[in-house]
């Protein structure tokens, strides 16, 4: 019945009564359907987790979905698979017989992955048809991550997240099938009729939120004889706790603000490289007292945000955080929130430990620098080295985040990276990262910390990091450069050319000498007299590299080099190999010899 629901729904056929929607299982007791918390690896109840909750500040009103949240919490719990699905190994011991085999006929031949990679490629009305023939492609069609990537590939734009993603893929369809209908309709009957529209702007997934979905509420049959570890692993990951030996190491040094100028800063952890959690650095960012969910829901009002491949208001992105049970939700990483939002971002300032970018003398050609990260407990990122080997500051508003960290040359268990660095192949999602492979990482002598609300965790050019929002965060990051890691960033951009990454088109493969050439023409402004203080550009045997002056008063260095002097008024080019006398200073130096 369900599934002819469906099929009628994708061709807009007259729906079924609602009195017939009601689906049993084996034991002719009636199945929740598949909701939850996207904290659903805590083991208390939804409320308790609301009224408790660090992170995000104030509780948001309750729909009626919170009775079957809180049953299906306690099914995670219980470890029952809302399709009966269990582990490959539980077959040989079990009492139910094997239902893939004859379910699947001659398809049971393929693995589980290559079958739903089969199904991803039918459309969803052929899918669903597909699950009438037996109980094993009932399994197999209605694999929550398929419909998953059907509704971020159909509705990119945004949507409204309900039950599970079938369910949301549902009501999509049908309201947006309700909208086509109502511009199809005479001008006279439009002006008519009440629409549940509240204005010409409102997007099919807010429209999606007060549709009234004719068509039965999706109730998972749970099948008894089906084993897959290609199934049951990802709803395993998301109904797992987040264990404790993965919080209790605190490897990484930390320093309060008060306690740390700049020059410290700089000559302890930027200058050779070494990651830092610092305390109190951002206690007066208006930020840090207001931004809850409340507030960005309120300030953001329709303006969107980009999380993976879809986009949310701040309104439909907390209501899928609250509702959804998955093995890493979406997470809003937004770069261009500070062009959107203005007033967010006037709400904090770059610490003084950051304040030397030098990025910024791109202007508006500058490569993406700044992002707005909101995330609910289990959401995070995976791990990576960040972008051109730039540094990088992460602030937390609220929440908390656990970090673990590898210095550059360590490449992390479980992740494959390519022999150029162009790629990186992280097999396991980021909680199953963290089941599989943490404790061989903390052998490997991985940096961790747990950052929480007003820390900053400083991240080091280069150093592979993962991140895991162990509760609903709100954060900010930025990433820069400066005269400690400008070599760094200067040889990449030069030498991986490809691999640059957030310029607009193919600007990337020209930055190197954009920023050179950016870097001399500004020279003479204030923050080009501190880059000509500290920096002249030198060739050895053909390669191009940096050399740094310490913030001490003037000294001589001798290099035996062929020596480009770039200074304030101009440049000096010595030929040859000679040993040349360089005098840095505040002043510029006086006209070179002949």
């Given at each position: 019945l369900e599934v002819i629901c469906i099929s009628r729904i994708l061709a807009m056929k007259r729906p079924v009564p609602r009195g017939e929607d009601v689906v049993s299982d084996q034991t002719g007791q009636d199945e929740h359907c598949l909701t939850g918390s996207s904290r659903g690896v805590l083991r208390t109840s939804k409320r308790q987790r609301a009224a408790g909750s660090a992170g995000w500040a104030q509780n948001d009103g309750r729909d009626s979905g919170d009775d079957e949240e809180e049953d299906h919490d306690t099914a995670l719990l219980a470890g029952l698979h809302p399709y009966g699905v269990r582990p490959l190994?539980?077959?040989?011991?079990?009492?139910?017989?094997?239902?893939?085999?004859?379910?699947?006929?001659?398809?049971?031949?393929?693995?589980?992955?290559?079958?739903?990679?089969?199904?991803?490629?039918v459309s969803a009305e052929d899918l669903c048809r597909f699950s009438?023939?037996?109980?094993?492609?009932?399994?197999?069609?209605?694999?929550?991550?398929?419909?998953?990537?059907r509704v971020l590939t159909e509705f990119p734009k945004g949507f409204y997240f309900r039950c599970c993603w079938k369910q949301t893929f549902i009501d999509m369809v049908v309201r947006q099938r309700q909208l086509q209908q109502s511009k199809a309709q005479p001008a006279d009957q439009q002006h008519g009729e009440q629409h549940l529209e509240s204005g010409p702007s409102l997007t099919v997934a807010s429209a999606a939120s007060s549709v009234d979905n004719p068509y039965p509420t999706h109730r998972p049959i749970r099948v008894a004889g089906f084993y897959s570890d290609v199934l049951f692993q990802p709803w395993l990951c998301a109904a797992q706790c987040i264990r404790?030996?993965?919080?209790?190491?605190?490897?990484?040094?930390?320093?309060?603000?008060?306690?740390?100028?700049?020059a410290t800063f700089r000559a302890e952890f930027e200058n050779p490289n070494r990651?830092?959690?610092?305390?109190?650095?951002?206690?007066?960012?208006?930020?840090?007292?207001?931004?809850?969910?409340?507030?960005?829901?309120?300030?953001?009002?329709?303006?969107?945000?980009?999380?993976?491949?879809?986009?949310?208001?701040?309104?439909?992105?907390?209501?899928?955080?609250?509702?959804?049970?998955?093995?890493?939700?979406?997470?809003v990483f937004d770069k261009h929130f500070g062009e959107k939002m203005p007033e967010l971002a006037s709400d904090y300032v770059v610490p003084s430990y950051f304040d030397q970018d030098l990025f910024s003398t791109l202007g508006q050609e500058r490569p993406d620098y700044r992002w707005l990260i909101v995330g609910p407990q289990r959401s995070g990122s995976s791990w990576h080295q960040d972008p051109n080997a730039t540094s990088a500051w992460n602030a937390?508003?609220?929440?908390?985040?656990?970090?673990?960290?590898?210095?550059?040359?360590?490449?992390?268990?479980?992740?494959?990276?390519?022999?150029?660095?162009?790629?990186?192949?992280?097999?396991?999602?980021?909680?199953?990262?963290?089941?599989?492979?943490?404790?061989?990482?903390?052998?490997?002598?991985?940096?961790?910390?747990?950052?929480?609300?007003?820390?900053?965790?400083?991240?080091?050019?280069?150093?592979?990091h993962a991140?895991?929002?162990?509760?609903?965060?709100?954060?900010?990051?930025?990433?820069?450069?400066?005269?400690?890691?400008?070599?760094?960033?200067?040889?990449?951009?030069?030498?991986?050319?490809?691999?640059?990454?957030g310029c607009q088109d193919d600007q990337g493969t020209t930055l190197h000498e954009r920023f050179l050439a950016a870097m001399q023409q500004k020279r003479c402004t204030s923050i080009g007299i501190e880059v000509a203080r500290h920096?002249?550009?030198?060739?050895?045997?053909?390669?191009?590299?940096?050399?740094?002056?310490?913030?001490?008063?003037?000294?001589?260095?001798?290099?035996?080099?062929?020596?480009?002097?770039?200074?304030?008024?101009?440049?000096?080019?010595?030929?040859?190999?000679?040993?040349?006398?360089?005098?840095?200073?505040?002043?510029?130096?006086?006209?070179?010899?002949?």
């Open positions: 190994g539980n077959r040989a011991c079990s009492a139910h017989t094997d239902c893939r085999t004859p379910g699947l006929g001659n398809l049971a031949m393929l693995a589980d992955d290559i079958l739903l990679e089969i199904c991803s490629l009438m023939a037996s109980r094993g492609c009932y399994v197999i069609a209605h694999h929550d991550e398929g419909w998953r990537m404790g030996s993965w919080l209790v190491r605190e490897t990484m040094p930390v320093r309060r603000a008060q306690d740390m100028d700049v990651p830092v959690l610092i305390r109190g650095i951002v206690d007066t960012w208006p930020a840090l007292a207001k931004w809850s969910k409340d507030h960005l829901v309120r300030t953001c009002g329709d303006t969107t945000f980009a999380a993976g491949p879809a986009t949310f208001t701040m309104t439909t992105y907390f209501q899928y955080a609250r509702a959804v049970v998955e093995e890493q939700p979406l997470y937390v508003i609220s929440g908390e985040k656990r970090w673990v960290m590898l210095p550059p040359n360590v490449v992390p268990p479980g992740v494959f990276p390519s022999p150029d660095g162009a790629e990186v192949t992280t097999p396991a999602t980021l909680f199953e990262w963290w089941t599989n492979f943490h404790d061989e990482a903390v052998a490997m002598g991985a940096i961790e910390c747990t950052a929480r609300r007003g820390d900053l965790v400083f991240v080091p050019s280069g150093w592979w991140v895991l929002n162990t509760k609903d965060s709100i954060a900010i990051t930025q990433n820069y450069v400066s005269e400690a890691n400008l070599a760094k960033v200067l040889r990449f951009l030069k030498h991986r050319r490809e691999q640059v990454s920096l002249f550009l030198f060739r050895v045997r053909g390669s191009t590299s940096f050399a740094f002056v310490p913030q001490t008063p003037p000294k001589l260095h001798l290099i035996n080099c062929v020596c480009v002097l770039r200074t304030v008024r101009g440049a000096v080019r010595c030929a040859g190999w000679v040993r040349v006398c360089v005098c840095v200073c505040v002043r510029p130096p006086p006209p070179p010899p002949p």
